[in-house]
């Protein structure tokens, strides 16, 4: 028995060196090399991080590079996400609700701002004063935004459906060109676009309602969370540097905003009018304002009757990452 134990114990010895061995790779093959984080005009504290380079800092010390890639609008955002092509990806909350509902496992971890940043406009000479005479019109609309929902949810609101209007599907900025050349009666908009219309071509906001304007959350994937907290917690804390300094430097926000954005000072001031930075703890408030927006669409018929909108908002808002860095 001795002879036979003895000749088992190198064996032992090389499975258990396999063992750590397969440990090692496996977390070699885990580790971030570099982390994806998206900037998009309508996130102006995105615009002071990546100017700043305080992420980069952060993360230098770990050997992890950062990559921006821009989003032009929520649902770039979010497909980018699902996509993993993004670790984290700026969106409007009703917007997540709705990439969630349709499978893409998204988690908002952050509130970057409280907008205003959508409204319906109309050009400089149109007759539209109202809600209702859209009807018969042609509306140009970035599918899976803020906009869109909000253009849906109003349209409800007011007694009319998709069916009532023609909805042209493009993405924000091609939306703006569009109202300006006359292809289309009304815009859903997005600042800073929607800022440029109204101060450069003289568009108007004809219906603004700032309470079903859902809040710009900062997203990641739920493996992303799950295997990187750490790296989650150094984003967060890069982002409150951010903001921090977006709140007490106003004219220097505005100047990274009209810079980056290739904006005038009073395009981007009146962006800045709209936008609410006071906020960044993601929790109950914002859980009920998406689950609202949610609940409206699926009064609309956007969302399937069989949904369970409470559960899923309550699933995509995690508030944990914000609470433990002690976040406001």
């Given at each position: 028995?001795?002879?036979?134990?003895s000749?088992?114990?190198?064996?032992?010895?090389?499975?258990?060196?396999?063992?750590?061995?397969?440990?090692?790779?496996?977390?070699a093959?885990?580790?971030?090399?570099?982390?994806?984080?998206?900037?998009?005009y309508?996130?102006?504290?995105?615009?002071?991080l990546?100017?700043?380079?305080?992420?980069?800092?952060?993360?230098?010390?770990?050997g992890?590079?950062?990559?921006?890639?821009?989003?032009?609008g929520?649902?770039?955002?979010?497909?980018?996400?699902?996509?993993?092509?993004?670790?984290?990806?700026?969106?409007?909350?009703?917007?997540?609700?709705?990439?969630?509902?349709?499978g893409?496992?998204?988690?908002?971890?952050?509130?970057?701002?409280?907008?205003?940043?959508?409204?319906?406009?109309?050009?400089?000479?149109?007759?539209?004063?109202?809600?209702?005479?859209?009807?018969?019109?042609?509306?140009?609309?970035?599918?899976?935004?803020?906009?869109?929902?909000?253009?849906?949810?109003?349209?409800?609101?007011?007694?009319?459906?998709?069916?009532?209007?023609?909805i042209?599907?493009?993405?924000?900025q091609?939306?703006?060109?569009?109202?300006?050349?006359?292809?289309?009666?009304?815009?859903?908009?997005?600042?800073?676009?929607?800022?440029?219309?109204?101060?450069?071509?003289?568009a108007?906001?004809?219906?603004?309602?700032?309470?079903?304007?859902?809040?710009?959350?900062?997203?990641?994937?739920?493996?992303?969370?799950?295997?990187?907290?750490?790296?989650?917690?150094?984003?967060?804390?890069?982002?409150?540097?951010?903001?921090?300094?977006?709140?007490?430097?106003?004219?220097?926000?505005?100047?990274?905003?009209?810079?980056?954005a290739?904006?005038?000072?009073?395009?981007?001031?009146?962006?800045?009018?709209?936008?609410?930075?006071?906020?960044?703890?993601?929790?109950?408030?914002?859980?009920?304002?998406?689950?609202?927006?949610?609940?409206?669409?699926?009064?609309?018929?956007?969302?399937?009757?069989?949904?369970?909108?409470?559960?899923?908002?309550?699933?995509?808002?995690?508030?944990?990452f914000?609470?433990?860095?002690?976040?406001?």
């Open positions: 028995m001795s002879a036979l134990h000749w088992f114990r190198p064996l032992r010895a090389i499975a258990a060196a396999a063992v750590l061995f397969g440990s090692a790779a496996a977390v093959a885990d580790k971030v090399d570099e982390v994806k984080i998206d900037f998009a309508y996130s102006p504290v995105s615009l002071v990546k100017e700043k380079g305080w992420l980069e800092e952060e993360l230098k010390k770990d992890i590079k950062v990559r921006w890639v821009q989003s032009l929520s649902n770039k955002a979010l497909e980018y996400l699902n996509a993993k092509s993004l670790d984290f990806g700026s969106s409007a909350g009703a917007a997540a609700l709705l990439a969630r509902i349709n893409n496992p998204v988690k908002s971890v952050y509130v970057y701002s409280r907008p205003e940043w959508t409204a319906l406009v109309a050009g400089k000479d149109s007759a539209i004063a109202k809600v209702a005479d859209l009807k018969g019109k042609r509306i140009a609309a970035t599918r899976g935004t803020d906009p869109h929902i909000f253009l849906i949810r109003t349209l409800a609101e007011n007694g009319l459906t998709e069916k009532d209007v023609k042209v599907l493009l993405q924000h091609d939306g703006r060109l569009a109202l300006a050349k006359g292809d289309v009666d009304a815009w859903a908009g997005l600042d800073p676009l929607m800022a440029q219309a109204e101060l450069d071509d003289g108007r906001l004809f219906y603004r309602n700032a309470e079903i304007n859902t809040w710009g959350v900062l997203n990641t994937r739920e493996d992303f969370a799950a295997d990187h907290p750490e790296l989650v917690a150094k984003v967060l804390q890069a982002y409150e540097k951010a903001r921090a300094f977006a709140v007490a430097n106003p004219a220097e926000l505005k100047r990274i905003i009209a810079e980056q290739k904006l005038s000072d009073a395009v981007a001031a009146r962006q800045l009018e709209r936008t609410d930075l006071s906020t960044a703890a993601i929790g109950d408030r914002q859980r009920k304002t998406i689950e609202g927006a949610g609940l409206a669409l699926q009064q609309a018929g956007v969302i399937a009757a069989d949904v369970n909108v409470a559960a899923a908002a309550a699933a995509l808002v995690d508030p944990s914000a609470a433990k860095l002690g976040i406001k």
